[in-house]
């Protein structure tokens, strides 16, 4: 680029600042926009590509696919005995297991535990995951039943500078006991799925009696393979595999029930329960497209507003004709002088994303950072091929008008009728996504504020979930201990034991109830074991027949023979799997086959888990003495801080139970967790939305200003002939609402097929009503009509005389 398109440029900057400083700033908010999201979806589709020969290791899922259970889908666990099995009948095989991670174990210290990302994994671990390593030798370690490997941060914490190999660190996982330190490793990456701190030996053999029980799910196996072939060739193993190895857990044909399946680690992190989209792949790619779909609004208002303004040049371009210069120099001036703007623009888009991450990094609870040894080249592509969108065209339309024509002329030529259907075309594809948007953000919000305030059939404030109380360290004399300790707190009101909790807390359990006059097993129901004044403590709602009682005998699973009978509560969702016409048809009948489950009453639905996943059909077992239950977990009800109280309860267990980490929080915080990752991308989804609109808007005064200059004269003369300033505001105005109105039929489809998809993630949603698509719609025409009212005023304002004098 010449000293003269330089100059040229700068010129044309300075002359018409506002515009300048509108265009490109429009431009710079959609790449910073699209920087930011970019660089979330880079993180999210990134998990485990860290690890060396990643697209070798693949994720042994479990299938189920069980008759109306709950539990159908897929899960990224297995029983803890398949890997032996799978080598028993395939030798050769590469694998390794995980049981624990994130939050799973402790590290005790001076008698007190610490809560840690502890596992443990097999000696074969360093065959599928190469860890780097700082010092000592990882695999070396882990062979030895006494080893352990720790990570540099967990080193530091407690061993300070000295060097940890070969000190002893007392650590549980199930049981405490003392390591000796083999190895260091670096701290896996942010975009690890798992989360290991300090990796333990685990024990050859089976942990406990159901470990190598096919139905039954203790932990994560991997396995490694050469080839994608290879993996493919297993996979078709399985079913006969499972057919084979399971008959006598789960009966001939078991793979129709309970089959296997092989996932690729680097998939696993956006992998879905059910086989379909999951809820978190889908909020990668929404913000995605968030992301790319305002970079082209941006682009889409920049190349807009860059060709009407060119228009305005046309005279300058007759006189460099004039003066010499050819068509190429003209169109390597505009090319030139549209890639430099760009360049200003993208510059300014990374100021505005490196200013803008910190904020967008609180509001979504990540870690992002700009890889400018990616981005900078990324930039330089973009400007070029947005900086050619916005030059080629101006610079082809001008360089072929004739110069005598131009300078004859009184007006400068702007692309005639075709020219003012482009840009209203470029406007109507503007303010269509714009509008989708918006329709996506009040959905967005209108969701996950209806899945906050929903129903989840019991009272979630003053409601405390102690899950370190089934800690299989805790005895059940403690356990005693410490809910009497509990329950004398003030403030506590009702403290019970119950296999689940608010915030999915509990363990998950299913099981066939067969029913009298019907052949089969039955349908499959969870069941949940709970201890005296369960109900009580949540409220539960009863609907028919009564709750359990201590004083009956028969209610008591612990005192009766099963074979004989047990009576159970069911909820309002079992009473239609069990196929009963209503609750109060339930109550008093005996359902089970040779388990005998007598009906006594039913309660209303209680919503421990997901939002996105439906209320499972459950049924409730009762124990006198739950405390010799190590699955169990405490359930407080309380009045006052909440603060206040969940410190109190922490100081009792500390004091009573100091070998275990206290592992307890609020109901609200609980369920909280779910609702996290749809509110982030709300408040994500709503930035975006904002800014589109906002770019939009931009453009929108740019062609106003543009046009409302180019009909000066008209306006002059309609005066002149008797028009008033109204019908003057009322013509302008309408010319621009038209585009904005046409934008709804892009905007609506693109809307209801998105927010359709989004939505059939949740079990409890809410109604796509039309309402937000209406009130998505008047605010853009409100915005639109706001935009263009001051240029509209302006000139309906004018004096006719100096309005026909204007050149």
């Given at each position: 680029m010449n000293r003269f398109a330089l100059l040229s440029l700068y010129r044309s900057l300075t002359r018409h600042k506002l515009y300048a400083a509108l265009n490109i700033g429009g431009l710079a908010v959609g790449i910073a926009v699209f920087l930011v999201l970019g660089l979330y979806v880079r993180f999210e589709t990134s998990f485990d590509k860290w690890i060396p020969r990643h697209d070798r290791i693949y994720v042994v899922q479990t299938v189920w696919n069980l008759p109306g259970s709950p539990f159908n889908g897929r899960e990224s666990q297995t029983m803890g005995g398949l890997l032996t099995q799978l080598r028993e009948d395939f030798p050769g095989t590469v694998g390794t297991r995980i049981w624990g991670g994130e939050g799973a174990g402790s590290v005790l210290r001076r008698g007190v535990a610490t809560k840690e990302d502890v596992a443990e994994v097999d000696s074969s671990f360093f065959d599928v995951f190469d860890l780097p390593m700082v010092s000592g030798d990882g695999r070396r370690a882990l062979a030895d039943p006494s080893g352990a490997i720790i990570s540099e941060t967990l080193a530091r914490k407690y061993f300070g500078t000295s060097d940890p190999i070969g000190q002893t660190i007392t650590a549980s996982y199930e049981q405490p006991r003392n390591y000796r330190i083999g190895g260091v490793f670096r701290d896996l990456p942010a975009n690890s799925e798992q989360k290991l701190s300090l990796i333990l030996p685990l024990p050859k053999g089976d942990r406990n009696d159901n470990w190598s029980h096919w139905g039954s799910s203790h932990l994560q196996t991997y396995l490694r393979f050469d080839t994608p072939a290879a993996a493919r060739a297993f996979e078709q193993k399985l079913s006969a595999f499972v057919d084979r190895r399971a008959l006598k857990d789960m009966g001939p044909h078991a793979s129709k029930m309970q089959n296997l399946a092989l996932l690729p680690l680097t998939e696993d992190h956006l992998a879905s329960r059910t086989g379909g989209v999951?809820?978190?792949?889908l909020t990668v790619v929404t913000l995605g497209l968030v992301g790319a779909l305002t970079l082209l609004i941006a682009i889409v208002n920049y190349v807009n507003l860059a060709t009407a303004r060119a228009g305005l040049r046309a005279r300058e371009v007759a006189m460099r004709k004039v003066l010499g210069a050819d068509r190429g120099a003209l169109v390597a001036q505009f090319l030139g002088e549209a890639m430099l703007t760009v360049g200003i623009a993208a510059l300014g888009g990374l100021i505005l994303a490196e200013l803008g991450l910190p904020l967008v990094n609180a509001a979504g609870g990540l870690s992002?950072?700009?890889?400018?040894?990616?981005?900078?080249?990324?930039?330089?592509?973009?400007?070029?091929?947005?900086?050619?969108?916005?030059?080629?065209?101006?610079?082809?339309?001008?360089?072929?008008?004739?110069?005598?024509?131009?300078?004859?002329?009184?007006?400068?030529?702007?692309?005639?009728?075709?020219?003012?259907?482009?840009?209203?075309?470029?406007?109507?594809?503007?303010?269509?996504?714009?509008?989708?948007f918006m329709i996506g953000t009040v959905v967005l919000l209108a969701q996950t504020r209806h899945v906050r305030q929903a129903d989840v059939g019991y009272q979630r404030d003053g409601l405390i979930i102690v899950r370190s109380i089934s800690d299989d360290t805790v005895t059940p004399v403690q356990r005693r201990a410490?809910?009497?300790?509990?329950?004398?707190?003030?403030?506590?009101?009702?403290?019970?034991?119950?296999?689940?909790?608010a915030g999915g807390s509990g363990s998950k359990n299913g099981d066939n109830v067969p029913l009298p006059g019907v052949?089969?097993?039955?349908?499959?129901?969870?069941?949940?074991?709970?201890?005296?004044?369960?109900?009580?403590?949540?409220?539960?709602?009863?609907?028919?027949?009564?709750?359990?009682?201590?004083?009956?005998?028969?209610?008591?699973?612990?005192?009766?023979?099963?074979?004989?009978?047990?009576n159970i509560l069911i909820n309002r969702l079992a009473v239609k799997q069990l196929r009963f016409a209503s609750p109060e048809a339930a109550v008093g009948k005996t359902v089970g086959g040779d388990r005998p489950r007598t009906i006594v009453g039913v309660i209303e639905n209680m919503r421990f888990d997901t939002p996105r996943d439906p209320i499972a059909p459950t049924y409730f077992y009762y124990v006198s003495d739950p405390a010799t239950n190590a699955n169990m977990i405490a359930n407080v009800r309380y009045s006052g801080d909440p603060r206040a109280m969940l410190a109190a309860i922490r100081t009792v267990w500390q004091r009573m139970a100091p070998q275990v980490p206290f592992n307890?929080?609020?109901?609200?915080?609980?369920?909280?967790?779910?609702?996290?990752?749809?509110?982030?991308?709300?408040?994500?989804?709503?930035?975006?939305?904002?800014?589109?609109?906002?770019?939009?808007?931009?453009?929108?005064?740019?062609?106003?200003?543009?046009?409302?200059?180019?009909?000066?004269?008209?306006?002059?003369?309609?005066?002149?002939?008797?028009?008033?300033?109204?019908?003057?505001?009322?013509?302008?105005?309408?010319?621009?609402?038209?585009?904005?109105?046409?934008?709804?039929?892009?905007?609506?489809?693109?809307?209801?097929?998105?927010?359709?998809?989004?939505?059939?993630?949740?079990?409890?949603?809410?109604?796509?009503?039309?309402l937000y698509f209406l009130g998505a719609t008047l605010v853009a025409i409100a915005i639109a009509v706001l935009t263009v009212l001051g240029q509209s005023l302006r000139a309906s304002r004018a004096a006719p005389a100096w309005a026909l004098r204007h050149d």
């Open positions: 999951s809820s978190k792949k992002l950072a700009i890889p400018y040894a990616l981005v900078v080249p990324g930039l330089a592509v973009l400007v070029l091929l947005v900086g050619a969108l916005a030059g080629f065209y101006p610079a082809l339309l001008l360089s072929r008008f004739p110069a005598a024509a131009v300078l004859a002329s009184s007006r400068s030529p702007g692309g005639g009728r075709a020219g003012t259907r482009v840009r209203e075309a470029l406007v109507v594809l503007q303010f269509g996504l714009a509008i989708a410490v809910l009497e300790a509990i329950r004398a707190l003030p403030g506590v009101q009702k403290v019970a034991l119950g296999g689940e909790g052949p089969g097993d039955g349908p499959n129901l969870r069941w949940v074991t709970t201890g005296p004044g369960f109900f009580d403590v949540y409220g539960a709602r009863l609907i028919a027949g009564r709750l359990f009682d201590p004083a009956r005998r028969e209610d008591d699973q612990q005192s009766v023979d099963m074979a004989k009978g047990t307890g929080d609020t109901a609200d915080n609980r369920l909280a967790r779910y609702y996290q990752a749809d509110e982030q991308t709300a408040r994500m989804f709503g930035i975006g939305a904002g800014l589109a609109v906002l770019i939009g808007c931009v453009g929108l005064w740019g062609l106003a200003s543009f046009n409302t200059q180019r009909r000066v004269k008209e306006i002059g003369i309609r005066k002149t002939l008797g028009a008033s300033a109204p019908d003057i505001v009322k013509l302008l105005v309408g010319q621009f609402l038209r585009p904005v109105l046409i934008a709804n039929l892009v905007a609506w489809p693109l809307a209801f097929v998105a927010m359709r998809t989004w939505l059939a993630g949740f079990d409890d949603r809410v109604a796509l009503s039309p």
